[in-house]
């Protein structure tokens, strides 16, 4: 892991779901240790109380296990702390779960391959399975609810915890155990871990010289990645961009603001709204990109800093929305590096769109609604073979089939991806419109 890899991942403001994903949004900061350090020994009491209860513990505790080291103890007690908060998306993050997190946010890690969602006393959620992921593989599916990692009860676990218990060494394997819809018996599955490797955006030229440009989520240096694939269909001739969002559950709040900027003319992209209702504003940062017609793909998977980029195309009127309602994550989260070289990752703020709307646990409707089965709207790898791309269609096949049936199935893909030739067919009409 490189060195500045691991500081972007440190000093961003997320908007994800949880990796493998999970939806966050990440906030650029940095820490202020004078005010810091004044609530830290405020109530120098209350600190004496945890390390007089570590000290017993060190010296007398006798247990089936052996006695964690002090250093374990105090992560552990400060773990506590952020836990106490009740909050699904605020956690504690250890030395490991930086590096971790820095992997996640440059796309690369070893692990299962799925968006998931998870609250601690819950199943993890799984909100979408990678194309050619291990767990794609294994016919893990959109709305699977996982209960047990290698027989251990996840439900008082947390998103980062349940993590650390799928991710591990490359060509290991890992037992889930899953509560499916429809299904009265618990499933089980073994997976064997790979690299996962993801690129983030893809862009191609539709018929018409319709641009199309997809994102996986909100990483590094997405913005730029996105700026250069519309010049590229630009300079191709392109006449207007569908932009999919579908299943993308969020990343970092400048990404979000910079692919933002270069669709939306206007100044404000969205508004933080801090603790004791302090607010900041963020504005445009590249350069708009230019009035062609733009329609933007969404479902149930599209969250946080995805909601963002949508908030703001559907306040200015920018484009078409079309899908299915979003996620509904409406709030910031800031990861804050500590003394002892980790760090808790902290909700901060809540987020508004331009025109003032919340959409936390509300989501954000479609101009034009679009139902569709969400197997057909999961992406793949942007550099994935036209042979990869046949294979994991065969895939896709194969799961619809197992769980609809092959009579119900065969509609379904007959069908296609409705959502996408939906967009098609109203950016069809705007060209009509522009040339007249």
């Known amino acids: 892991m490189k060195k500045n890899k691991l500081l972007r991942a440190i000093f961003g403001l997320i908007l994800v779901s949880v990796p493998l994903f999970c939806a966050t949004t990440i906030i650029k900061t940095a820490r202020n240790d004078k005010n810091e350090s004044a609530g830290y020994t405020k109530d120098t009491t209350e600190l004496n109380r945890i390390v007089d209860v570590i000290n017993i513990i060190e010296n007398r505790f006798v247990g089936k296990e052996e006695t964690p080291s002090k250093e374990e103890l105090y992560k552990g007690a400060v773990a506590g702390v952020i836990n106490k908060l009740n909050d699904p998306y605020s956690e504690y993050l250890s030395k490991e779960d930086l590096e971790h997190f820095a992997e996640d946010m440059d796309g690369e890690y070893v692990g299962v391959g799925m968006t998931i969602n998870k609250k601690k006393g819950e199943a993890l959620e799984v909100v979408s399975p990678f194309i050619g992921s291990p767990a794609e593989k294994v016919g893990i599916k959109i709305g699977d609810r996982i209960t047990k990692v290698d027989d251990k009860d996840i439900l008082p676990l947390t998103a980062a915890d349940t993590v650390k218990l799928l991710k591990g060494k490359e060509g290991t394997k890992v037992n889930v155990e899953i509560v499916r819809s429809g299904k009265k018996e618990p499933l089980k599955f073994t997976m064997t871990r790979a690299k996962i490797k993801l690129e983030m955006v893809e862009s191609k030229m539709l018929d018409n010289n319709i641009g199309y440009v997809s994102l996986l989520r909100f990483g590094n240096h997405v913005g730029e990645e996105v700026q250069k694939a519309i010049k590229d269909l630009q300079a191709k001739g392109m006449k207007g961009l569908i932009l999919d969002l579908r299943l993308n559950p969020g990343g970092s709040l400048q990404e979000a603001q910079d692919i933002s900027s270069l669709l939306v003319k206007e100044n404000l992209i969205v508004s933080l709204k801090y603790k004791n209702g302090q607010e900041r504003k963020y504005n445009r940062t590249l350069s708009y ?148």
């Not at 800031?334 to 508004?352: E, M, R, S, W």
């Not at 025109?355 to 793949?380: C, F, Q, S, T």
């Not at 007959?414 to 098609?424: E, F, H, M, P, Y």
Request: charged share 35%.
């Open 289 to 436: 990109m230019g009035d062609f017609p733009l329609v933007v793909l969404i479902n149930k998977g599209s969250a946080s800093a995805s909601e963002i980029v949508t908030g703001a195309i559907k306040d200015y009127k920018r484009g078409t929305i079309i899908g299915e309602k979003t996620f509904g994550k409406g709030i910031v989260q800031q990861v804050i590096p500590l003394k002892t070289n980790d760090a808790i990752k902290l909700t901060i703020a809540q987020y508004f769109t331009p025109k003032g709307n919340y959409i936390h646990e509300k989501g954000i409707e479609p101009d034009i609604k679009v139902e569709m089965e969400e197997l057909l709207a999961l992406k793949g790898y942007a550099n994935d073979s036209e042979e990869a791309r046949k294979n994991r269609e065969k895939e896709v096949e194969e799961i619809l089939i197992k769980d609809k049936g092959a009579e119900e199935a065969k509609k379904i893909i007959t069908a296609g991806d409705v959502q996408l030739k939906r967009a098609i067919e109203e950016m069809n009409k705007k060209l009509k419109t522009v040339k007249k």
